[in-house]
């Protein structure tokens, strides 16, 4: 039976863009099980609402800047002013889109939200999917999902009510289906490794020029004469035109891409992957590339910890030590080592998160699609 489904989230300069894709990989999937998915989008600087409607989803819109009064006072989550207005004004305006379109599921993905805004949207029949990495603040909702390696699900126990179905782990990544589907030929090219090519991925926005601090860092590492250094970027990066200018004078041959649609195939093709430790690590993961991870952001921090715990990545800490990449860069050259982190990281998910999700929603997957998991789950 087709379903309508609303999104809640936002996508700007200081968010980023990782809330809003990881929307449209399950947005896309339900799209192809038949469903109708719409996104409500406030209209900050960097957002994505023009990528959203590219992809064929209807995007509606809520003015970046607001003359309502402020919210009340009291306990507001850590990233409330990510929200642009008062969680009130954006629960009334969200709220008659949300009444118009009826939909049978509304999934929220914004720091800025918490059960009071969840309670004033709700309606009687409507369910609520909340995607979430922090839990530090309360929900109101049927289902939460949170995709973080080391995360339990008693830390959600005071935070959603008894009846919530909790979704906890890399087992829930929500990854395009390319990642799962390139999975095995990924591995495979890995069991003899060689450092060749290097791939950096600092975030669609990345507002601080990591990127840059990377490139530097680079210059200082005995990369092979032969090697290759491939950096992908956002078309809204407020650093894109120095990245550029930067590439040019590197002493490896460095290539700028910038809105890339395959970024699983140049996953594959990526010996390591120097990186921010935020929605992308999942995408490395699955795909066994090895790593080298830095945090932009608090929430990423436990994370990288995580991953670093298991073997799979190595974790420098602040970006403002990637200047140390050239003391570890010894341990990249060692083909066992890059083998050993490559079997760890496969280990921590297997791309299936999102067939997982949309049965959790009510939906089965076609018989194909069900195997491949089962297959998936079975080489894990």
């Known amino acids: 039976m087709t379903q309508t489904v609303v999104f809640r989230a936002d996508a700007s300069v200081e968010i980023g863009t990782g809330h809003v894709m990881r929307c449209l990989t399950l947005a896309d ?37 607001d003359d309502g009064a ?44 918490d059960a009071r805004w969840e309670v004033a949207v709700k309606s009687q029949g409507l369910r609520l999917l909340v995607i979430d990495d922090l839990a530090d603040r309360s929900h109101e909702v049927n289902l939460l999902l949170d995709q ?3 995360r339990e699900s008693s830390d959600y126990f005071s935070l959603v009510p008894e009846s919530c179905r909790r979704l906890i782990g890399p087992r829930y990544a929500l990854l395009r289906p390319e990642f799962a589907r390139l999975r095995e030929d990924s591995l495979r090219r890995r069991h003899s490794p060689r450092l060749k090519r290097v791939l950096v991925t600092m975030g669609g926005v990345d507002k601080d020029n990591a990127t840059g601090k990377v490139l530097d860092a680079l210059q ?19 650093w894109l035109e120095s990245v550029r200018e930067q590439a040019a004078t590197m002493p490896r041959k460095t290539t700028v891409r910038v809105d890339v649609r395959d970024m699983a195939m140049r996953m594959v093709d990526a010996d390591l992957a120097i990186g921010a430790a935020g929605s992308t690590s999942w995408e490395r993961c699955c795909l066994g590339v090895p ?15 995580a991953l670093a715990k298991v073997g799979a990545c190595v974790y420098l800490g602040d970006v403002m030590n990637v200047d140390q990449l050239p003391d570890y860069w010894g341990r990249f050259s060692e083909p066992r080592a ?6 760890a990281s496969a280990a921590v ?20 699609e069900f195997q491949r998991c089962v297959a998936s789950s079975r080489g894990r």
């Not at 200082?220 to 407020?238: K, Q, R, T, Y």
């Not at 890059?338 to 079997?343: T, Y």
């Not at 998910?349 to 194909?368: H, S």
Request: aromatic letters at 4%; hydrophobic letters at 40%.
């Open 338 to 343: 890059l083998e050993a982190m490559s079997k």
């Open 220 to 238: 200082n590492c005995p990369l092979p004469g032969d090697a290759e250094i491939e950096v992908v970027m956002g078309s809204n990066a407020p």
């Open 148 to 150: 973080n390696l080391g």
């Open 291 to 305: 790593a080298v991870m830095v945090v932009l952001a608090e929430n990423q921090k436990s994370i990288a910890e």
């Open 70 to 113: 402020g919210g009340a006072a009291g306990d507001e989550p850590g990233h409330a002013h990510w929200l642009g207005t008062s969680w009130e004004i954006d629960a009334r305006q969200s709220r008659a889109i949300i009444r118009d379109l009826d939909p049978a599921w509304l999934v929220v993905d914004h720091y800025a939200l």
């Open 29 to 65: 999937a339900l799209r192809e099980r038949g469903h109708a998915c719409h996104f409500i989008c406030r209209d900050h600087p960097g957002n994505l609402i023009e990528v959203i409607g590219q992809r064929g989803f209807p995007v509606h819109t809520l003015s970046a800047v």
């Open 349 to 368: 998910t297997d791309g299936q998160g999102v067939v997982r999700l949309c049965q959790q929603m009510g939906d089965k997957p076609n018989a194909r």
